[in-house]
């Protein structure tokens, strides 16, 4: 079994920034890709981002690109997603994620793939 946990989460004003993380415990030898995904109040589910367990290969949805950055250290088990000139339609919940195996592009954003889960961190982004 593999348990994540996210932190971070919070209230900013647009334009502001966060920093969440997600630390992964357990077995976590077979994992190939870290991802997060969003999903906000009446909507469905929708990947952000994703990354290699080795960091490498960060993949991004388009309406983040430039905004938001995904990383890992290796060190210490954990992914960050930096999100920086957040705007109110970046308001959600944000859950990490993880699967076994690999995946490149649009391969990595269907939810069905991921394995393991987080329980979310809210973000809340005031205009």
């Known amino acids: 079994q593999v348990q994540l946990v996210e932190s971070g989460g919070g209230l900013v004003q647009a334009g502001g920034s966060l920093r969440l993380s997600c630390v992964a415990s357990?077995?976590?030898?077979?994992?190939?890709?870290m991802g997060w995904f969003r999903q906000a109040p009446g909507k469905e589910r929708e990947f952000v981002a994703a990354i290699r367990w080795s960091g490498s290969n960060p993949y991004y949805t388009d309406s983040v690109k430039g905004r938001f950055a995904m990383s890992r250290d290796n060190a210490k088990n954990t992914a960050y997603l930096q999100m920086n000139s957040l705007k109110p339609e970046d308001t959600a919940v944000y859950y990490c994620a993880a699967r076994v195996g690999y995946c490149s592009g649009n391969g990595c954003a269907d939810p069905k793939w991921y394995l393991y889960w987080g329980q979310g961190t809210q973000v809340t982004v005031s205009s």
């Open positions: 357990g077995r976590t030898f077979n994992l190939g890709i």
